[in-house]
């Protein structure tokens, strides 16, 4: 079993996983909230590259195949990005959404759940299954995010 610390916890890993890159901004997006008996932390940098890394992780355990906490991560930011773009004109009425590949290019995050009866799919712990970690991780990017954006529009543009 392999656990993980880094000092400054999650936003100095983004900031590590993004050195050598030109990032969008030195701001960093962090929202750490307990729902129920969980706790979810996301830490969010854009930078100028074309791939992106986004690393999961539940009660401090790698998920390299991420699982529901990253479905849920995945699903609230295409929808956050693509709802402050239609609010702000950056997209015009005719024009598409933005597809998750799109919104996700440049992107580093890191997404750390932590949960009292994590279910993993293998015996390796590749991918977590917890179905409401999806639903808490949606929650917590929908809405913060999106204050994020509204108040940091030079970077969500």
């Not at 890993?13 to 962090?30: A, M, P, Q, R």
């Not at 929202?31 to 539940?58: H, L, P, R, T, W």
């Amino acid at each position: 079993q392999c656990a993980f610390y880094f000092e400054g916890g999650i936003q100095s890993y983004v900031k590590h996983l993004n050195i050598g890159k030109e990032t969008v901004d030195d701001d960093i997006f962090y929202v750490e909230k307990q729902i129920d008996d969980s706790m979810v932390e996301v830490a969010v940098q854009y930078n100028d590259g074309f791939s992106e890394m986004v690393k999961a992780f539940a009660n401090n355990v790698f998920n390299p195949e991420g699982g529901k906490h990253l479905e849920g991560f995945r699903t609230a930011l295409t929808r956050v990005v693509n709802d402050y773009a239609r609010k702000n004109s950056l997209l015009k009425e005719k024009e598409e959404n933005l597809s998750g590949d799109d919104v996700r290019e440049g992107l580093t995050a890191i997404i750390l759940v932590k949960l009292p009866d994590p279910q993993f799919e293998g015996q390796t712990k590749n991918k977590l299954g917890n179905p409401e970690v999806r639903r808490y991780v949606e929650q917590v990017m929908n809405e913060y995010f999106s204050y994020y954006l509204e108040e940091h529009p030079a970077i969500a543009k």
